[in-house]
T-cell receptor, first 116, second 109 residues
Framework: DTAVSQTPKYLVTQMGNDKSIKCEQN?????MYWYKQDSKKFLKIMFS???????INETVPNRFSPKSPDKAHLNLHINSLELGDSAVYFC???????????????FGQGTRLTVV | KNEVEQSPQNLTAQEGEFITINCSYS?????LHWLQQHPGGGIVSLFM???GKKKHGRLIATINIQEKHSSLHITASHPRDSAVYIC???????????FGTGTRLQVFP
């Protein structure tokens, strides 16, 4: 069984469209994250949710909005897609927030978003 | 300058060689992760450590908190070890992982 699963794996869309990437974890973890990996393979955190509450919101355009309907899901919705949004987006989860107790992070397989 | 630096950026080796990848960081940390990104793109957590040394199979990770440095060693390297290895630190008193730029390893038979 996949621990952290993202859908879709590939997403090609036109500029200006709105799209969502879904993430689900079946590990019973309290904390979920979204990371962006750019064309140079550099990973950077975007958002983090703990028990459905937003705890990290990096300097990400307002067009990006995470939504956590429950602890097992953290979806990423992107409005008015731009060419520069093309990247690989990774979802991850950990049992606790790092502040409570340092725990290992589990990553999804990534979603390769291409904006044309 | 990136808060987490890795060296080398690229590494090629012959099967069986001993590999070392280094990570230096400039911030106070609660923990350090070593991650492996497969050629297909998926990321796997290899180690999480905050002191000393950890071993898993042919992989060994060490950290020196005073020197702000960590190393990942691979003994008896194998072509299936070919991947990008990423060092990531958990900045102290935050929930943010800060990533290094990765080290691309290719092991040839």
């Amino acid at each position: 069984d996949t621990a952290v699963s993202q859908t879709p794996k590939y997403l090609v869309t036109q500029m200006g469209n709105d799209k969502s990437i879904k993430c689900e974890q079946n590990l019973g973890h309290d904390t979920m994250y979204w990371y962006k990996q750019d064309s140079k393979k550099f990973l950077k955190i975007m958002f983090s949710y703990n028990n459905k509450e937003l705890i990290i919101n990096e300097t990400v355009p307002n067009r990006f909005s995470p939504k956590s309907p429950d602890k097992a899901h953290l979806n990423l919705h992107i409005n008015s897609l731009e060419l520069g949004d093309s990247a690989v987006y990774f979802c991850a989860s950990s049992r606790h927030t790092y502040r409570d107790r340092v725990t290992e992070a589990f990553f999804g397989q990534g979603t390769r978003l291409t904006v044309v | 300058k990136n808060e987490v630096e890795q060296s080398p950026q690229n590494l090629t080796a012959q099967e069986g060689e001993f590999i070392t990848i280094n990570c230096s960081y400039s911030v106070g940390i609660s923990a350090l992760h070593w991650l492996q990104q497969h050629p297909g793109g998926g990321i796997v957590s290899l180690f999480m450590l905050s002191s000393g040394k950890k071993k898993h199979g042919r992989l060994i990770a060490t950290i020196n908190i005073q020197e702000k440095h960590s190393s990942l060693h691979i003994t008896a390297s194998h072509p299936r070890d070919s991947a990008v290895y990423i060092c990531a630190v958990l900045a102290y008193n935050t929930d943010k992982l800060i990533f290094g730029t990765g080290t691309r390893l290719q092991v040839f038979p």
